[in-house]
């Protein structure tokens, strides 16, 4: 077996704060089947949208080295949070091709807006450190972009969004934020695309608005890692033992919980409780 190939086989890394990221994993699956993977959510302590950004670098590189320990081909980083926090560390310290969901999310939206006027919706961090709309300003500077941080959506839909009576209210106070003329709204939080068809609903019942795209970065971050591994002969093209691992550090009782809400019932995984 030559270098390449063993590469090929090894898996590719993907993680988040929590569940959210499964989102990435799923659309993975579906763009690159042949894959093993790899998935680690620091659920024990999520949100990290709130966190100040010493502590997500902190808790960050503590997964970014278990992840480096499994012999990993890639990473990918299934969290708009981390990827506006660390990235760009992440990419200095490790010699390793790393993926994040900002750019591809972006990339995804300025294909389909087609009046310049872009809404973000995400946790209080990526909101506030603007990594999307700077980002969007360096295309082009002429797109308007709205952001609304929306503080309660992750953690709820980590603890069973469907278990919480007031969650389309919730939802509808941060919705009604959007620019009521923006064409596309970005998903920046991977969590969001599991509640998608109450995020349709809610913009279905209000009258003011112009959403015609919504923007699931998984989808174009899959894409960029199916082209980053075609381009570098580093696809698992025959692989009769697929695996998928999926880590946690929370009770894996009550994350195999949760799991099961946002996996479908046909992929196979196994799930393990890990200490970072």
Known sequence: ???????????????????GGLTVLKQLIKTLPNENYIYLGDNINIPYGDKPKEEIIKLT????D?????KCKMIIIACNTISACTYNILKEK?????????????RDALNKTANNNISIIGTEFTVHSNAYKNKISKYNDKIKVTQVACRKLCPMIENDWNSYDDRLDVLNDYIKNIDENSDTLILACTHYPHIIKDIKETLKNRDNHSIKNIIDPSYCTAISAKKYLEENNL??????????????????????????IFMPQDIEYKLEKTEL
């Open 1 to 19: 077996m030559n270098i390449t190939s063993s590469i090929s086989n090894m898996p590719i890394a993907v993680f988040d704060s929590g569940f």
């Open 61 to 64: 590189l503590k997964m970014a």
């Open 66 to 70: 278990f992840l480096i320990k499994q």
């Open 94 to 106: 490790y010699n390793i091709p790393i993926i994040e969901v900002i750019s591809n999310g972006i």
């Open 235 to 260: 696809i698992n093209k025959n692989n009769e033992n697929k695996y998928i691992n999926i880590y946690t550090t929370e009770d894996v009782e009550k994350a195999s919980r949760i799991i099961n």
